[in-house]
T-cell receptor, first 115, second 113 residues
Framework: DAGVIQSPRHEVTEMGQEVTLRCKPISGHDYLFWYRQTMMRGLELLIYFNNNVPIDDSGMPEDRFSAKMPNASFSTLKIQPSEPRDSAVYFC?????????????FGAGTRLSVL | SQQGEEDPQALSIQEGENATMNCSYKTSINNLQWYRQNSGRGLVHLILIRSNEREKHSGRLRVTLDTSKKSSSLLITASRAADTASYFCATGSSGAGSYQLTFGKGTKLSVIP
């Protein structure tokens, strides 16, 4: 398996622009997680899905952030409008709920810079 | 707030030495996991220890868990330059929502050749 695939790897945009980050989880996994990583706050869970249904979005910082999972093989995280404080590395991870193990497999991340 | 807190924040050792990192957490857990992150990459799972286990080994890795003290340690023996990375502990809570993990801020390990 190719692992979790994220695109783009790098995104540079100007304040106010819409940004869409994409994720393809490992085939057969039933959980998908979106994280944000910064030096100051570490790795923060933004939202996670189970069988394409959002379960907990309490980590989404504000209404400018939205996430969707239209099918089992694709998810997006959208920021509209973007702000400089959104600059961070965004990770997607997927997991398979089996034998009470919740090991997560991470993508390589998208480094977002909002100017 | 972060569930897991790693200690130290940074560690620098010579190749061949052992590296020990500690993690403390606050609430009841189902399991505790350690992940590694190389610079510019995603996190990679290393080892999982369940709440009813006290010690686990995997190659040069040894993990201990003390649920009474709500703490865990990761020992890397005979370190190599390739072990240079950040190491994170992650806790899976017991009960509802147990499939999510809460990560600490990590220990940055530098192994000097």
């Amino acid at each position: 398996d190719a692992g979790v695939i994220q695109s783009p790897r790098h995104e540079v945009t100007e304040m106010g622009q819409e940004v869409t980050l994409r994720c393809k989880p490992i085939s057969g996994h039933d959980y998908l997680f979106w994280y944000r990583q910064t030096m100051m706050r570490g790795l923060e869970l933004l939202i996670y899905f189970n069988n394409n249904v959002p379960i907990d979005d309490s980590g989404m910082p504000e209404d400018r952030f939205s996430a969707k999972m239209p099918n089992a093989s694709f998810s997006t995280l959208k920021i509209q409008p973007s702000e400089p404080r959104d600059s961070a590395v965004y990770f997607c991870a997927s997991s398979l709920a089996v034998l009470a193990k919740n090991i997560q497999y991470f993508g390589a991340g998208t480094r977002l810079s909002v100017l | 707030s972060q569930q897991g807190e790693e200690d130290p924040q940074a560690l620098s050792i010579q190749e061949g030495e052992n590296a020990t990192m500690n993690c403390s957490y606050k609430t009841s857990i189902n399991n505790l996991q350690w992940y590694r992150q190389n610079s510019g990459r995603g996190l990679v799972h290393l080892i999982l220890i369940r709440s009813n286990e006290r010690e686990k080994h995997s190659g040069r890795l040894r993990v201990t868990l003390d649920t009474s003290k709500k703490s865990s340690s990761l020992l890397i023996t005979a370190s190599r330059a390739a072990d240079t990375a950040s190491y994170f502990c992650a806790t899976g809570s017991s009960g509802a929502g147990s499939y999510q993990l809460t990560f600490g801020k990590g220990t940055k390990l530098s192994v000097i050749p």
